[in-house]
């Protein structure tokens, strides 16, 4: 599965751009890729640092170890959807400040889902960038059928 992202702006300097794009791939010309990567800084933010991870794949297959339990990823989702819908609800209604309360039902979500449905240690407090990268992949996979729903 191909999982390249082509970054911009800030994100373009995270690490994870070039560890999403071209490493460990040929050159252009097709020699050794060893030389050919533009050394990037690394990421300042905790959120998008890959920690022990090679591929975004290989975050996501431990992530799929931890929602195997189908009622996990509906409460995940049914957290996801609240959250959105109260931030939508913020803007559309102009009480800006709602727009803070808007993370608590995904939270709320994965406590319940990884404290009581799926005793799992959670590791979205660990790696949110990925996580929320995670949470977008296993929902489309749960909406278009190839996840139990």
């Known amino acids: 599965m191909d999982t390249s992202l082509t ?6 300097d995270c ?3 070039g560890f999403l794009t071209n490493q460990g791939q040929s050159s252009p010309d097709g020699q050794d890729a060893r030389g050919w990567q533009t050394p990037r800084r690394a990421c300042p933010y905790t959120a998008c640092r890959m920690g022990p991870f090679k591929s975004f794949d290989e975050f996501y297959a431990l992530y799929m170890q931890h929602h195997r339990n189908v009622w996990n990823r509906r409460v995940h989702l049914l957290g996801w959807l609240l959250g959105v819908g109260v931030g939508l609800l913020a803007l559309v209604t102009g009480r800006y400040l709602l727009i803070l309360l808007a993370p608590l039902p995904a939270l709320g979500a994965i406590w319940l889902g990884h404290w009581v449905l799926e005793p799992t ?3 979205e407090f660990k790696h ?6 995670a949470n977008l992949r296993m929902f489309g996979q749960m909406l278009t059928g190839k996840l139990p729903f």
Do not use: D, E, Q, R
Not at 7 to 12: D, E, F, Q, T
């Open 7 to 12: 970054l911009v702006g800030p994100a373009a």
């Open 128 to 133: 949110p960038l990925l996580t929320a990268l």
């Open 15 to 17: 690490f994870l751009s």
């Open 121 to 123: 240690n959670a590791i």
